[in-house]
């Protein structure tokens, strides 16, 4: 089963601009991460936030996580053409040990 | 160099053989994953292993099966009771049995069944 559902689906902007992924899901989490998926290859760790915290930031990243609403927000500043990718939600449920559910992903093409 | 690796990159079968797919790491992890990929979806779990000797089903276990005799290594075999195998599979690890952890992914295997 797949518990986290990504909006939108696919995204097309302009290089410099900022880019807007959501992520809602259905149980009670832990932690929820996020990873980015080049086309053809395998997922790369990009951020994790506990269910505790509010927002994190990495470089040109920064994550929030709304547990009342069951959602987070993956926000990439200043995109560059090298962050077209697909971009994808993972949470890690409470109880579930080290298990992640995976959301559906978003496709961000970023254009020059 | 530290990673996780996968292997054949591709990989070509008739349908109703078996086949078995390749994940080996060297990042001393003691969980390993195997998902599989559809085109435009998420990943899907199939097994997972927190401990050499010991692996769970995930969501889609059903014509897949693994073992876990060493703790680098988590072969995946798609057995012809798969109906629909053809897809992306992907291996992670992760270093221990607590959550917070992250996964390190390989860099895949994409099966065809012809």
């Known amino acids: 089963s797949q518990q986290g559902e990504e909006d939108p689906q696919a995204l097309s902007i302009q290089e410099g601009e900022n880019a807007t992924m959501n992520c809602s899901y259905k149980t009670s989490i832990n932690n929820l991460q996020w990873y980015r998926q080049n086309s053809g290859r395998g997922l790369v760790h990009l951020i994790l936030i506990r269910s505790n915290e509010r927002e994190k930031h990495s470089g040109r990243l920064r994550v929030t996580l709304d547990t009342s609403k069951k959602s987070s927000s993956l926000l990439i500043t200043a995109s560059r053409a090298a962050d077209t990718a697909s971009y994808f939600c993972a949470t890690g449920e409470t109880g579930g040990g080290n298990k992640l559910t995976f959301g559906t992903g978003t496709q961000l093409k970023v254009e020059l | 160099d530290g990673g996780i690796t996968q292997s054949p990159k591709y990989l070509f079968r008739k349908e109703g053989q078996n086949v078995t797919l390749s994940c080996e790491q060297n990042l001393n992890h003691d969980a390993m994953y195997w998902y599989r990929q559809d085109p435009g979806q998420g990943l899907r779990l199939i097994y997972y292993s927190q401990i050499v000797n010991d692996f769970q089903k995930g969501d889609i276990a059903e014509g897949y099966s693994v073992s876990r005799e060493k703790k680098e290594s988590f072969p995946l075999t798609v057995t012809s009771a798969q109906k629909n195998p053809t897809a992306f599979y992907l291996c992670?690890?992760?270093?221990?049995?607590?959550?917070?952890?992250?996964?390190?992914f390989g860099p895949g295997t994409r099966l065809t069944v012809l």
């Open positions: 992670a690890s992760s270093p221990g049995l607590v959550p917070y952890n992250e996964q390190f």
